[in-house]
């Protein structure tokens, strides 16, 4: 029997000797690692300007502080997400005004964000569901129309291009997560990338407490003037480390991440009673974060059986996501929203199975799974 992990972070001698360097020096934070990991970053998605974080819920919350979202504003949220992109939201006093997605990619479906947009309404916040991304064209046509500010959420999207440009650099900001089963990892951590010089200076601020001089800059050691509110989200000097390691080989892991997609879709893309969500097409490039398949109805009962049996044979797997934010305790107790208002994530949140392709597997691996899903749908229909 193969073991077949969902998610695992590929790390070499070159991340440990890269950790081992930066501990052997002085400076674990506000040194070189993190200045050339942000540089790299940078040239890799041809991003302006890169600022690390500590995490991409901590980019999240300071690209809103840094917009000025506050109480009594209100920002449009996908419902089908990780609750880190409404929780950004609600760490600023702001109302997370949540959209259904659409079915063929579970983005967001732009035809309903209008409707719920009002005088209060700030800015859109836009998911790159599992590294898909969403049309960009049209969502910033409608911040245009409406003066709002536009946050990628790219937590799944290292990789991911709309019209050939990167994701994360259509909108205000773009905010990126490092955690170990990501397309790169730092152990945890995060990136903001933007086009905008004035966001990008306040955010450098804000993530340090908002002071005017970090360590090096400071002509007498700890003298510096605090001019505006900030956090403490910095990232460390051993985590860049690992992330500028993790960058020389990030054409690799994209490159194994779709050759692994593709032999999993020409595999199952047959199967009866399940279907399986839009790829890149045209100008739209994915990052093949994982392959989803979708249930039919028939067999949305027995989804925790399926994930059990393939379980039983090594093959990991996971859901993206349990529930529609909106339908978890915490929203729906504070918003009183309704079951059933967002059919189409409650659709994709309990009738979905995410299969691995991450690069730690190769085609034995996907052959391996096509054949027990194969199976195992055979046997529970």
């Given amino acids: 029997m193969r073991v077949i992990p969902f998610g695992k972070p590929v790390i070499g001698n070159e991340e440990r000797n890269a950790v081992s360097e930066v501990l052997k020096g002085a400076m674990l934070v506000h040194g070189p690692k993190t200045k050339e990991f942000e540089k790299k970053f940078a040239e890799f998605t041809n991003a302006p300007y890169a600022l690390t974080c500590a995490s991409c819920t901590a980019g999240l919350h300071l690209s809103y502080f840094c917009l000025g979202i506050g109480p009594g504003d209100e920002v449009v949220v996908p419902a089908q997400t990780h609750v880190a992109t409404a929780h950004a939201v609600e760490f600023c ?11 063929q990619t579970g983005n967001i479906d732009i035809d309903k964000i209008e409707d719920i947009i009002t005088e209060k309404t700030r800015a859109l916040s836009v998911v790159h569901y599992l590294g898909m991304p969403v049309n960009m064209k049209r969502i910033t046509e409608i911040a245009n129309k409406y003066n709002l500010f536009v946050i990628e959420d790219c937590a799944l999207a290292v990789g991911t291009y709309f019209n050939g440009i990167h994701a994360g650099l259509h909108g205000d900001t773009g905010c990126y997560s490092f955690y170990p089963v990501k397309h790169i990892t730092t152990a945890e951590g995060g990136m903001i990338i933007t086009r905008n010089e004035k966001i990008a200076q306040k955010i450098d601020k804000q993530r340090a407490f908002g002071v005017d001089r970090v360590v090096g800059q400071r002509k007498v050691p700890g003298v510096y003037d605090v001019p505006m509110l900030g956090y403490n989200y910095r990232m460390n000097e051993l985590e860049a480390a690992i992330g500028v390691e993790q960058l020389k080989r990030l054409p690799e892991f994209l490159e194994k991440r779709k050759a692994n997609y593709e032999v999993l879709v020409t595999g ?22 994982c392959l989803t398949i979708l249930l039919d109805k028939q067999l949305v009962s027995k989804r925790v059986d399926i994930m059990m049996k393939l379980k039983e044979v090594g093959i990991g797997t996971s859901v993206y996501y349990p529930k529609p934010v909106p339908y978890l305790s915490y929203y729906r107790k504070k918003y009183k929203f309704n079951l059933g208002k967002f059919p189409v994530a409650d659709k994709i949140s309990s009738g979905s199975i995410a299969l691995p392709v991450g690069p730690h597997l190769d085609k034995g691996d996907m052959e391996y799974i096509i054949t027990y899903v194969r199976k195992i749908i055979s046997e529970v229909r």
Avoid: I, R, T
Wanted: negative net charge; aromatic residues 18%; proline residues 3%.
């Fill in 93 to 103: 006093g702001a109302k997370p005004m949540f959209v259904d997605a659409e079915n």
């Fill in 268 to 289: 199952l893309s047959d199967v009866e009673g399940l279907s399986l969500f839009k790829s890149s097409y045209n100008n739209y490039q994915s990052s093949y974060y």
